[in-house]
């Protein structure tokens, strides 16, 4: 079974050549065939240089390079579109959220009855302002949405290839992901 990791970079130099050590040691572990998929969302660091540096060091390394910064969201569905794994772990390259916790996701997901698992964090990390701003997010998106988003996701999930192809032809412009897809199941995180 092939796995393939997607992350995006913006401003991410400090952290990608640690992140792609940690995560490709998390995903050999389990899997026998691994790539990594990285999109430079016009990063104005030098993390289009390190990644490049990657690639050539590991051809198992993919890297897109985005004409401009298009955002978080649309670099996450590019590298989406280019995963060719049978499971999609996408997961952010600034190290907050642990690419080790690829096991934790794959445990749950061997239960046979998720198309994804998605990641919680026990609280919510960040300063004041942050933690404040995710509160009121929260708060707004299940007063007004159809059913209720449990606090604190993050972007790490574990997903099968399908459930990703139906990502890509749902073509929303802004879809969040923290409240798609209807088959969810959450993984708790340290």
């Known amino acids: 079974m092939k796995l393939s990791i997607v992350t995006t970079l913006y401003r991410s130099a400090a952290t990608i050549e640690q992140f792609y050590r940690r995560a490709m040691t998390a995903a050999e572990a389990l899997f026998t065939e691994v790539e990594m998929v990285i999109v430079n969302d016009g990063s104005p660091d030098n993390s289009l240089d390190l990644a490049l540096a990657l690639h050539r060091r590991d051809p198992r390394v993919v890297v897109i390079d985005l004409a401009r ?29 642990q690419p080790e916790d690829l096991a934790l996701f794959h445990q749950r997901f ?9 990641g919680i964090q026990r609280s919510r990390r960040g300063g004041l302002i942050e933690r404040i701003g995710g509160a009121i997010f929260f708060a707004l998106v299940n007063a007004l949405g159809d059913r209720p988003l449990p606090r604190n996701l993050v972007t790490a999930r574990l997903m099968t290839s399908e459930y990703v192809k139906a990502l890509i032809r749902h073509r929303d412009r802004e879809l969040s992901f923290r409240i798609s897809g209807s088959k969810r199941d959450f993984a708790r995180m340290r």
Do not use: C, P, R
Request: proline share 0%.
């Open 69 to 97: 910064n298009f955002g978080h969201y649309k670099a996450m569905m590019t590298g989406l579109a280019h995963a060719g794994g049978d499971l999609v772990f996408l997961i952010d390259s600034d190290l907050e959220e």
């Open 110 to 118: 061997a239960q046979g009855d998720s198309d994804v698992v998605y």
